[in-house]
């Protein structure tokens, strides 16, 4: 079926530490997968994505890796601030039968100052 | 621009009412999802709106909610009679993406309701 896993659940950091958010999926014709960011009472916000068809992307301290033959990407930030903290869903564009977009759980990131 | 408007943002009931969400979509954009969000989890599909036309609603209790998008702009969800279990946020999103083509969602602030 239709799975995202996201781990871990919850992640506490340092002010200036690296956050690394991890996530499998189960469709390995998936070719889209963005990540998006949640303040709590707010809103998602996209904050990056990828397609199939890049390894890598990156934008300003936020870094997304995927490794399409082990059907896993993650989300790293660096230099960590506090207003980073936030919910951090990762989601993969399913494509058999009905086109959609499946989000993991989320990831609850704390920066401490 | 205006992003994706939600209405109410919050809306207390009890069990065996009904109750109506109301999302007006970025303009020209013409896929329109609901999601529903329980607290701590992510966003879980409903059902998908292309134009007027809902794309996917596999995902929607048919028995107790519906969703329709007159003239391909607005779209309405209700529940009728709501159950304890529907507490939860209801979040509209919107995307210039049709089909097999996807890119970014812009959702809405959400309707938080809660079902006594």
């Known amino acids: 079926g239709e799975n995202v896993e996201q781990h871990p659940s919850t992640l506490s950091v340092q002010e200036g530490d690296s956050a690394v958010i991890k996530c499998t999926y189960s469709?390995?014709?998936?070719?889209?997968f963005p990540w998006y960011k949640q303040e709590l009472g707010k809103r998602p916000q996209l904050i990056i994505d990828?397609?199939?068809?890049?390894g890598e992307k990156k934008d300003q301290r936020i870094a997304v890796t995927l490794n399409k033959t082990a059907k896993h990407f993650s989300l790293h930030i660096t230099e960590t601030q506090p207003e980073d903290s936030a919910v951090y869903f990762c989601?993969?564009?399913?494509?058999?039968?009905?086109?959609?977009?499946?989000f993991g759980k989320g990831t609850k990131l704390t920066v401490n100052p | 621009e205006a992003g994706v408007v939600q209405s109410p943002r919050y809306k207390i009931i009890e069990k065996k009412q009904p109750v109506a969400f109301w999302c007006n979509p970025i303009?020209?954009?013409?896929?329109l999802y609901w999601y529903l969000q329980n607290l701590g989890q992510g966003p879980e599909l409903l059902i998908r709106?292309?134009?007027?036309?809902?794309?996917?609603d596999s995902q929607l209790p048919k028995d107790r909610f519906s969703a329709e998008r007159l003239k391909g702009v607005d779209s309405t969800l209700k529940i009728q009679p709501a159950e304890l279990g529907d507490s939860a946020v209801y979040l509209c999103?919107?995307?210039?993406?049709?089909?097999?083509?996807?890119?970014?969602?812009?959702f809405g602030e959400g309707s938080r309701l809660t079902v006594l």
């Open positions: 303009s020209g954009h013409n896929t």
């Open positions: 990828i397609r199939s068809n890049v």
């Open positions: 469709d390995s014709a998936s070719n889209y």
């Open positions: 989601a993969a564009f399913f494509q058999g039968g009905s086109e959609k977009l499946v």
């Open positions: 999103a919107s995307s210039s993406y049709r089909g097999t083509n996807t890119g970014e969602l812009f």
């Open positions: 709106y292309e134009n007027e036309e809902a794309v996917d």
